[in-house]
Structures are given as structure tokens and as C-alpha cells.
């Protein structure tokens, strides 16, 4: 857990919070389609029980958050805008909701989907 020492006490963020908010913010991006699994294990694990941070995984280094997005894209767009921008994206929401900095986010790019018209 991120901790903050405040004058009446302290503040804790668990990494299942910091996840969701990540979750959030990469599902709204531009050419996202869902988040994908990290492994197969993983996979296997969402399908018998829906986890809201599925796709996110979140460590701390040495008080620094770092946070890894798994994701699947639009297939026929730009991976790469696409990853940027979900990267900034999720960056831009954790840090403006915790106040606190983030080190890394890194985006994998588990997929590709072609969406039927």
C-alpha cells in the first residue's frame, strides 16, 4: 500500500483502488477494446470470477507506483498512438485522483480485434 502522512494521520491507497482507477481510464481510451489477461492463469481466474481490475497490475518501488496495462486494441488502428495515449491516459488519472506521482506505466498490447459492423 502508497501511504501519506497527514497532520491527523495517515492516508493509505490499496493497489486494488489505484487498479480500478486505471481500469477506468484505459477502458475509455480510443481504440481499446477490453483489457486481457496477463497469463493464463490469470485469464482462467477472470472467467470464474469477474475482477474489476483485470488487465492491471500495480507495485510500489521504493514509494514509486508502477503500473502494468494489458490491454487488446481496435484492430486497424495505430498500436502504438493507441499505447501512448493509454499510457498518458491512465497516468493522467491515477496521479490527478492520488496526488501522488507515478513512475511507469507500461501498456502490453495482448491482442488484436476486428469488431463486426
Known amino acids: 500500500m502508497t501511504a501519506d502522512n497527514a497532520p491527523h494521520g495517515s492516508i493509505q491507497v490499496s493497489p486494488r483502488a489505484i487498479a480500478t482507477i486505471a ?4 477502458v475509455q481510451s480510443y481504440g481499446v477494446v477490453g483489457l486481457a489477461a496477463k497469463n493464463f492463469l490469470d485469464g482462467v481466474s477472470n472467467f470464474i470470477v469477474k475482477d474489476p481490475t483485470h488487465g492491471i497490475e500495480v507495485s510500489y518501488d521504493e514509494g ?7 490491454i487488446v486494441v481496435e484492430y486497424g488502428t495505430n ?16 496521479e490527478k485522483a ?20
Open 23 to 26: 481500469y477506468q481510464a484505459a
Open 64 to 70: 514509486a507506483i508502477n503500473i502494468d496495462i494489458y
Open 79 to 94: 498500436i502504438k498512438t493507441i499505447a501512448a495515449s493509454v499510457a498518458q491516459t491512465v497516468r493522467y488519472s491515477v
Open 98 to 117: 492520488l496526488g501522488l506521482p507515478i513512475q511507469h506505466v507500461n501498456v502490453h498490447v495482448q491482442g488484436l480485434r476486428v469488431s463486426a459492423d
